[in-house]
């Protein structure tokens, strides 16, 4: 059965990691827009100005909650809150994530475990208490955060890399056990490339230098619109920015892509200036509540690529439109030419 979900405005949307990044920029989008909404992170006192923020804003209603999403039973009251508030919820978005820098052998093995943890049990955990909470409303959208590295690699990055695989493995099983059993619920998978998050800012680091996400990064609230156009009108994958180029170059090539990879990356990935901030919110939260980060070079606001994948229907009327254009200009140029 197809899943057709509500209008937006008509929503009630649960989002993890809502406090910063990808998160934040979803939430006020989607508060602007009219969704109820059921914002989830570690931080209260973040969770609570941006409540009060958003209120003031918008007419949506708003409720939070104090979750670790490593923690299933965490994430079963988050649940439980927003059927006794709203009566269920329509969508629900598995953002939170976490960032390791350094080389697979020099990262403690507990660190190596926390960010599983949260990439990639917060994801399952998420996941199954909305697909549970859906199946007994007979209706719902789950939306997962992948990643360009959910099928390339980057070096540095390794953990999170594994991480995002694992993600999309499991998302994707998932999705076809549903549809096995036939039940009208939408899973999507977002695929960002490099995003100006704060998620860098505060990613534990291992390297002598400061690190950063290999350019060009996009800007959090393209992102936030695929997301939220996917709660609309869900698709399989959603691709951002130049993430689908880096997936097939790792698919198609991928003993070039390794080649690529070790002449390029670490370079890429790191500044000449000595890391002195030493951040890391690998086990608690700090510097909540900011959309970008402090990521170097240029940033896109915009991906052609992501809004004509989205919207397919228009996209081919666009490219019928061109190619007759294009068909006229030829033909009268022939016919120039004849004259």
């Not at 909540?288 to 980060?293: A, D, H, L, N, T």
């Amino acid at each position: 059965m197809k899943p057709v979900p509500k209008p937006l405005p008509q929503q009630t949307i649960v989002i993890t990691g809502a406090t910063s990044g990808i998160g934040l920029a979803t939430a006020r989008l989607a508060a602007q827009q009219g969704a109820k909404l059921v914002l989830v992170s570690r931080d209260e006192a973040a969770l609570q100005t941006l409540q009060h923020e958003l209120s003031q804003q918008s007419s949506a209603q708003i409720i939070h909650v104090v979750a670790d999403v490593g923690n299933r039973s965490d994430l079963e009251q988050v649940a439980k809150r927003a059927v006794e508030r709203f009566g269920g919820f329509d969508t629900w978005i598995n953002n939170a994530g976490t960032l390791v820098w350094g080389r697979l052998w020099e990262v403690s093995e507990a660190d190596l475990r926390k960010v599983f943890e949260t990439n990639f049990w917060g994801v399952v955990n998420g996941s199954l208490v909305a697909v549970e909470h859906f199946r007994r409303q007979g209706y719902g959208t789950l939306i997962n955060l992948g990643s360009a590295l959910s099928e390339a690699v980057a070096p540095l990055q390794g953990i999170y890399t594994a991480s995002k695989h694992a993600v999309k493995a499991f998302t994707d099983a998932l999705r076809i056990e549903l549809r096995h059993d036939n039940a009208p619920i939408a899973i999507t998978l977002i695929r960002p490339s490099s995003t100006n998050t704060p998620i860098n800012d505060r990613a534990k680091n291992y390297l002598a230098h400061a690190p950063h996400l290999p350019g060009p990064t996009y800007a959090p609230e393209v992102v936030a619109r695929a997301i939220l156009r996917a709660a609309e009108y869900p698709q399989r994958d959603v691709y951002i920015g130049n993430s689908k180029l880096i997936t097939r170059a790792a698919q198609l090539t991928p003993q070039l892509f390794d080649w690529v990879a070790v002449k390029t990356l670490f370079a890429a990935q790191q500044s000449k200036t000595l890391d002195t901030l030493q951040s890391d919110a690998l086990y608690e939260p700090i510097d909540s509540g900011s959309v970008r980060g402090r990521n170097p070079g240029p940033m896109f606001r915009h991906s052609l690529y992501t809004h004509m994948s989205q919207q397919p229907s228009k996209t081919a009327v666009f490219a019928s439109v061109a190619g007759l254009a294009l068909y006229s200009g030829w033909r009268l140029i022939k016919t120039f030419k004849a004259d």
